[in-house]
């Protein structure tokens, strides 16, 4: 009986978050930066010994991740890539992100970016970017 009363009260306070979600093809064929912001992403993986010369920025979506519904995206190598919200503590989202074969849970706080390995495509990887969309204080 008292379970009937706490659904609700549940459901109203539902977890959300906004992410942008990049989709960029790395590879050695060419040097091509594009957008150039990606520069910081080539940087960034030069440190960790993924040298690749060429990154493309392939799409962007936008999602809003609610509750525990997951949210997929159509990638062009043909997978598909699934995210769904688990929760938000203390300002940290907590994501399970999924490319078939692999689950893995990011966490994202209120700025900065994960990279995620998508696959292969075109001689090269795909890489998802998911950055959150925190709210501008008016």
């Known amino acids: 009986f008292l379970a009937l ?3 609700p009260a549940e459901a109203l306070a ?3 978050v906004k992410l ?3 989709v960029v093809h790395v590879s050695n064929q060419g040097n ?3 957008p150039p912001s990606l520069a910081a992403m080539k940087e ?6 993924l040298q690749f010369s060429s990154y493309k920025q392939l799409s962007t979506q936008t999602l809003e991740l609610v509750g525990n519904k997951a949210s997929d995206i159509s990638l062009p190598n043909g997978k598909k890539a699934s995210l769904q919200l688990q929760k938000v503590d203390q300002g940290v989202a907590v994501v399970d992100l999924t490319v078939t074969p692999l ?6 706080g209120r ?3 994960v990279s995620q390995a998508a ?3 075109q001689g090269g990887q795909l890489v998802l970017v998911v950055s959150p969309i925190t709210e501008k204080a008016e």
């Open 5 to 7: 009363f706490a659904a």
């Open 14 to 16: 539902q977890d959300k």
């Open 20 to 22: 942008n979600v990049h």
């Open 32 to 34: 091509v930066v594009d």
């Open 44 to 49: 960034s993986f030069a440190k960790e010994g």
């Open 103 to 108: 689950k893995t849970t990011i966490r994202l």
């Open 111 to 113: 700025e900065g970016s």
């Open 119 to 121: 696959g292969k495509y």
